[in-house]
């Protein structure tokens, strides 16, 4: 009798330390071998109430993990965007994948697209945008919609962003009009230079957050005149050496006057060095091309091509044809211009005169 107490304390022990340790040992296949546990006693119940439980809780860590991974890269997409075009293009493949989906898209007037046969999610934040799909989902009803929430929520938070954004370079342009009105033959000079910037920018492929800071950069790029005193870029004969030490001035001045902000950060090159020339004869440093950043480069060639074409109370303007070809003579690293610049002009040509076409228009009436 005491030998078979025995026997049955060490079994007993056994199946509890054997129970005890796949439970400890779960995620590193434990769970798997209480499954496959080819003996019947009186564990067997507690075996399959303990590996239900660890399958419950692993689908809610896969749910879980799903949620984190997703919402982050809803919130780091929605932070890169620069328009709301851009952030839904970067969400159809995040949900295809997420939601197990064959084909997804997120656009704007998807009734046609509906007629097609793909199917539909409305978004309620979002009625006038649509994620149109092929394919069965996998995921619960009550997953799925909190996923499609999330969806709706980083949509508002794109549009927020850029209505914000619209704001803030309509305040800019405000200022940059203001800044140039202290003189009536720079009138509207700014908002003209920015535009044609835009162009070559645009005509060179450069990314929407550049053109973006290409637009406020160039809109901005003279507010250092505010430290000159205002008889000198009024004055209607040619400006004394003295007179001309203090416009080249404007430059740094600006660059002080918007350090203190943060958000203009990007644009400083642009305020300080877009008087630099190519072969090191600009101002204030005397840079080389190479030195300088290639969006201070456009700045300064839509500068001077808006300066050329607008009569000024020293000079008459000079036409359009003659201003570009100005542009190509002098373009070389060992020349006033970048080439590569110069290029984006003659690819944007046809917007560009319709811009200086526009400005004498404006200047006439």
């Given at each position: 009798?005491?030998?078979?107490?025995?026997?049955?304390?060490?079994?007993?022990?056994?199946?509890?330390?054997?129970?005890?340790?796949?439970?400890?040992?779960?995620?590193?296949?434990?769970?798997?071998?209480?499954?496959?546990?080819?003996?019947?006693?009186?564990?067997?119940?507690?075996?399959?109430?303990?590996?239900?439980?660890?399958?419950?809780?692993?689908?809610?860590?896969?749910?879980?993990?799903?949620?984190?991974?997703?919402?982050?890269?809803?919130?780091?997409?929605?932070?890169?965007?620069?328009?709301?075009?851009?952030?839904?293009?970067?969400?159809?493949?995040?949900?295809?994948?997420?939601?197990?989906?064959?084909?997804?898209?997120?656009?704007?007037?998807?009734?046609?697209?509906?007629?097609?046969?793909?199917?539909?999610?409305?978004?309620?934040?979002?009625?006038?945008?649509?994620?149109?799909?092929?394919?069965?989902?996998?995921?619960?009803?009550?997953?799925?919609?909190?996923?499609?929430?999330?969806?709706?929520?980083?949509?508002?938070?794109?549009?927020?962003?850029?209505?914000?954004?619209?704001?803030?370079?309509?305040?800019?342009?405000?200022?940059?009009?203001?800044?140039?009105?202290?003189?009536?033959?720079?009138?509207?000079?700014?908002?003209?230079?920015?535009?044609?910037?835009?162009?070559?920018?645009?005509?060179?492929?450069?990314?929407?957050?550049?053109?973006?800071?290409?637009?406020i950069g160039s809109l901005l790029h003279d507010i250092g005149k505010l430290g000159v005193p205002q008889s000198i870029p009024n004055?209607?004969?040619?400006?004394?050496?003295?007179?001309?030490?203090?416009?080249?001035?404007?430059?740094?001045?600006?660059?002080?006057?918007?350090?203190?902000?943060?958000?203009?950060?990007?644009?400083?090159?642009?305020?300080?060095?877009h008087h630099e020339r190519c072969n090191g004869s600009g101002y204030p440093f005397g840079k080389k091309c190479d030195e300088i950043?290639?969006?201070?480069?456009?700045?300064?060639?839509?500068?001077?091509?808006?300066?050329?074409?607008?009569?000024?109370?020293?000079?008459?303007?000079?036409?359009?044809?003659?201003?570009?070809?100005?542009?190509?003579?002098?373009?070389?690293?060992?020349?006033?211009?970048?080439?590569?610049?110069?290029?984006?002009?003659?690819?944007?040509?046809?917007?560009?005169?319709?811009?200086?076409?526009?400005?004498?228009?404006?200047?006439?009436?």
């Amino acid at each position: 009798l005491l030998l078979a107490a025995f026997l049955n304390a060490f079994f007993l022990s056994r199946r509890i330390n054997f129970v005890v340790n796949s439970v400890k040992e779960w995620r590193e296949g434990g769970i798997l071998k209480l499954v496959q546990d080819p003996e019947k006693d009186e564990f067997e119940p507690l075996e399959k109430s303990i590996a239900e439980m660890y399958y419950e809780l692993e689908e809610e860590r896969k749910v879980d993990r799903t949620f984190v991974n997703f919402s982050s890269q809803v919130l780091e997409s929605s932070a890169r965007s620069e328009s709301l075009t851009e952030f839904l293009r970067d969400l159809s493949p995040l949900i295809e994948k997420e939601f197990n989906l064959k084909y997804v898209k997120l656009e704007k007037f998807w009734e046609e697209k509906k007629k097609k046969g793909r199917k539909v999610i409305n978004l309620a934040k979002n009625p006038d945008i649509a994620i149109t799909y092929e394919g069965e989902t996998t995921l619960r009803e009550d997953i799925l919609n909190a996923l499609i929430n999330i969806v709706d929520t980083g949509i508002l938070s794109v549009r927020s962003k850029v209505k914000h954004e619209k704001l803030f370079v309509e305040t800019i342009s405000a200022l940059a009009n203001a800044i140039d009105a202290m003189s009536p033959w720079t009138r509207g000079h700014s908002e003209r230079v920015a535009r044609i910037a835009v162009e070559i920018g645009e005509s060179l492929g450069l990314g929407e957050r550049e053109i973006r800071d290409l637009q406020i950069g160039s809109l901005l790029h003279d507010i250092g005149k505010l430290g000159v005193p205002q008889s000198i870029p009024n004055k209607e004969a040619t400006l004394t050496e003295v007179e001309f030490e203090k416009v080249k001035r404007h430059p740094p001045i600006g660059y002080e006057i918007l350090k203190p902000i943060r958000e203009l950060h990007d644009i400083l090159p642009m305020i300080l060095l877009h008087h630099e020339r190519c072969n090191g004869s600009g101002y204030p440093f005397g840079k080389k091309c190479d030195e300088i950043p290639l969006s201070a480069k456009i700045v300064a060639v839509a500068d001077v091509l808006e300066a050329m074409t607008t009569e000024r109370p020293y000079k008459r303007a000079v036409p359009f044809e003659l201003a570009i070809k100005y542009l190509q003579e002098n373009a070389g690293k060992d020349k006033l211009f970048d080439p590569e610049v110069v290029d984006g002009v003659l690819k944007a040509l046809r917007n560009i005169r319709d811009i200086i076409k526009e400005e004498r228009w404006n200047l006439r009436s």
